[in-house]
C-alpha cells in the first residue's frame, strides 16, 4: 500500500516543484500581503507585533488558497485522476497523498518563511516560536479543507472564484486558535490551550476530510 | 423510512401539499397575527424599554435560520444515503430562506444593538457566526448555481451541507472562545421575564410556519418547472 501512496506524493511534489514554480508563487504573494500591511495601517512597530499573528495567518492562509484550485484539476484535464481512481490505491489514501503533498509545497514552506515576516513585524522571540508552532500545526488543516472545496468544484471552469466562498468559513477555527495562541503568548498568557484546539481542529481536518474529497472526486468522474 | 418514501413521488408531493397548503398559509397567518399582537401589547421591559420587541423579530429569525440549515442537512443525508429523489428539490428550494432569516437575524440585532450596545455592529460571537452562516449559505447556494449537470450540483452540494453541518458547530464554538458579549440564552435557563415568554414562543412557531408554507411553495414550482421543461423539450 505504501508503494503508490509515496509514488504519487513524490509525482505532485515534483509537479510542483517544476510546472510553473506555484510553491514559489505561494510564499512571494504570502511576502507580498506582509509587506501591504504596513503600508495600510502605518509603520507603528507596536501595533505591528500586535497585529502580526493575525496578519500572517490569514495572509498564510489566503497564500495556501492560490493553489488549491488545481489540486485536483490539473488530473481531472488530462485523465490522470481517472487512473489513478483505476488504481489499487484506495482514492481516500490517493486524496491524501494529495493533500500532504500540497501542504508540504505550500503549508511548510510559508511555516518556514514565517519567521522571516515576523522579525518584520517586531514580533518577539517567544510570540515569534508560537507563531512557527502554530503555523506547522495549524497549514495541514487548509489544504485539507481546501482538498474538499478543491474536489466540489473541479469539473468548474471558474472553480478558482467559488473555491474561497465555500472553504474560507470552515478555516475560520484555524485562523482564530492560530492567531489567538500567538496572542496569547503577547499578552504574557501560555498559548498551549489554543494551540492544542488548533491541533485538534487540524488533526481532524486531516483524518476526515479525504473521505469527503474522495466521495466528490468519484461523483465528478462518474458520467 | 417507508413513511418518507410514500412522498418521494413528486406527483404524491403535489397531491398533498395542495391540500396542506391553504392550511399552512392560514396558520402562518394566524401565528403572525396573535404574536405580533402579543409582542406590541407586552408591556415594555424594565431596562430595555419598547426596544425589547425588536427580539421577537430578531430570536425567531435567529432559530429559523439555523432550523433551516438543520433541513438541509437532513435532506443531504436522504439524498446521500438514500438517494430520496424530492430531497435535492428540497435542499436547494430550502437555502434561500436561510440566507434571508440569517440576513434578518442580523439587520434585527443590529438595529437592537445601536440603542443598547450604542453601535450597530460589535465583533461579538453569535454576531459574528450568524455572519458565518451567511456565508456559508452563500457558498451552498453558488456551488448549486456553479455546476450545470442537476445531478451532480446535488451531490456535491449534498456532500458541501453536510461537510458545513460537522463545521457549523465548531466554528460557533471557536467564535465564542474568541470573543463574548452576547447575552446567553435566556430561554431554557429561565432567566426571561414569563410575559415575555409567550409572544416569544408564539413568533417561533410563526416563523417556523411561514418557512413552512414558503418552502412547500418552492418546491412544488421546482417541480412543476422540470415538468414544464421536459413539456418543452418533448415538443421540440
Known amino acids: 500500500?505504501?508503494?503508490?501512496?509515496?509514488?504519487?506524493?513524490?509525482?505532485?511534489?515534483?509537479?510542483?516543484?517544476?510546472?510553473?514554480?506555484?510553491?514559489?508563487?505561494?510564499?512571494?504573494?504570502?511576502?507580498?500581503?506582509?509587506?501591504?500591511?504596513?503600508?495600510?495601517?502605518?509603520?507603528?512597530?507596536?501595533?505591528?507585533?500586535?497585529?502580526?499573528?493575525?496578519?500572517?495567518?490569514?495572509?498564510?492562509?489566503?497564500?495556501?488558497?492560490?493553489?488549491?484550485?488545481?489540486?485536483?484539476?490539473?488530473?481531472?484535464?488530462?485523465?490522470?485522476?481517472?487512473?489513478?481512481?483505476?488504481?489499487?490505491?484506495?482514492?481516500?489514501?490517493?486524496?491524501?497523498?494529495?493533500?500532504?503533498?500540497?501542504?508540504?509545497?505550500?503549508?511548510?514552506?510559508?511555516?518556514?518563511?514565517?519567521?522571516?515576516?515576523?522579525?518584520?513585524?517586531?514580533?518577539?522571540?517567544?510570540?515569534?516560536?508560537?507563531?512557527?508552532?502554530?503555523?506547522?500545526?495549524?497549514t495541514p488543516a487548509v489544504s485539507a479543507v481546501g482538498a474538499i472545496g478543491a474536489s466540489l468544484t473541479l469539473s468548474l471552469k471558474r472553480g478558482g472564484l467559488i473555491l474561497p466562498l465555500i472553504i474560507l468559513p470552515l478555516l475560520v477555527p484555524a485562523v482564530i486558535f492560530g492567531a489567538g495562541a500567538v496572542g496569547a503568548v503577547l499578552d504574557g498568557i501560555a498559548g498551549g490551550g489554543a494551540l492544542g484546539l488548533l491541533a485538534a481542529f487540524s488533526g481532524a481536518s486531516v483524518l476526515l476530510s479525504p473521505f469527503a474529497a474522495a466521495a466528490c472526486v468519484r461523483l465528478n468522474l462518474s458520467s | 423510512m417507508q413513511f418518507l418514501f410514500r412522498y418521494a413521488n413528486p406527483a404524491q408531493f403535489m397531491r398533498l401539499s395542495d391540500a396542506a397548503l391553504p392550511l399552512l398559509v392560514a396558520a402562518t397567518l394566524l401565528a403572525f397575527a396573535v404574536g405580533l399582537y402579543l409582542g406590541l401589547t407586552v408591556p415594555p421591559d424594565y431596562q430595555q424599554g419598547d426596544s425589547v420587541r425588536i427580539m421577537f423579530l430578531h430570536v425567531p429569525a435567529a432559530t429559523a435560520a439555523t432550523t433551516v440549515y438543520g433541513a438541509i442537512a437532513v435532506c443531504s443525508i436522504l439524498s446521500l444515503v438514500w438517494r430520496h429523489p424530492l430531497s435535492d428539490t428540497a435542499a436547494r428550494a430550502a437555502a434561500p430562506f436561510g440566507a434571508l432569516f440569517t440576513a434578518l437575524g442580523l439587520v434585527t440585532g443590529a438595529i437592537w444593538g445601536k440603542p443598547m450596545w450604542g453601535t450597530y455592529w460589535v465583533w461579538d460571537a453569535r454576531l459574528t457566526s450568524f455572519l458565518l452562516l451567511l456565508f456559508i449559505y452563500f457558498g451552498y447556494m453558488a456551488l448549486w448555481n456553479a455546476i450545470e449537470d442537476e445531478v451532480k450540483a446535488a451531490r456535491a452540494a449534498a456532500i458541501l451541507a453536510l461537510v458545513g453541518?460537522?463545521?457549523?458547530?465548531?466554528?460557533?464554538?471557536?467564535?465564542?472562545?474568541?470573543?463574548?458579549?452576547?447575552?446567553?440564552?435566556?430561554?431554557?435557563?429561565?432567566?426571561?421575564?414569563?410575559?415575555?415568554?409567550?409572544?416569544?414562543?408564539?413568533?417561533?412557531?410563526?416563523?417556523?410556519?411561514?418557512?413552512a408554507t414558503l418552502w412547500t411553495v418552492r418546491i412544488r414550482t421546482a417541480i412543476l418547472e422540470r415538468r414544464a421543461r421536459s413539456l418543452m423539450q418533448g415538443a421540440a
Open chain 2, 165 to 211: 453541518a460537522v463545521n457549523i458547530p465548531i466554528i460557533k464554538f471557536s467564535v465564542e472562545w474568541w470573543n463574548t458579549l452576547h447575552q446567553g440564552e435566556s430561554i431554557v435557563s429561565g432567566h426571561l421575564a414569563p410575559v415575555f415568554l409567550a409572544p416569544l414562543l408564539v413568533m417561533m412557531l410563526a416563523y417556523l410556519l411561514l418557512f
Open chain 1, 1 to 138: 500500500m505504501s508503494g503508490p501512496f509515496v509514488t504519487l506524493l513524490l509525482r505532485d511534489l515534483k509537479l510542483a516543484a517544476r510546472g510553473g514554480g506555484s510553491a514559489a508563487l505561494a510564499l512571494s504573494f504570502f511576502a507580498l500581503v506582509a509587506t501591504l500591511v504596513p503600508l495600510g495601517v502605518g509603520a507603528d512597530l507596536n501595533l505591528l507585533a500586535r497585529v502580526a499573528g493575525g496578519v500572517l495567518w490569514v495572509g498564510a492562509v489566503l497564500a495556501a488558497l492560490l493553489s488549491l484550485d488545481r489540486l485536483f484539476q490539473g488530473d481531472f484535464e488530462d485523465g490522470s485522476l481517472e487512473l489513478i481512481a483505476l488504481s489499487p490505491l484506495p482514492l481516500e489514501l490517493a486524496a491524501l497523498a494529495k493533500i500532504l503533498a500540497h501542504w508540504l509545497a505550500t503549508g511548510l514552506a510559508l511555516t518556514l518563511l514565517s519567521p522571516l515576516l515576523a522579525l518584520m513585524f517586531n514580533l518577539p522571540g517567544n510570540a515569534m516560536r508560537m507563531l512557527f508552532v502554530s503555523l506547522l500545526v495549524g
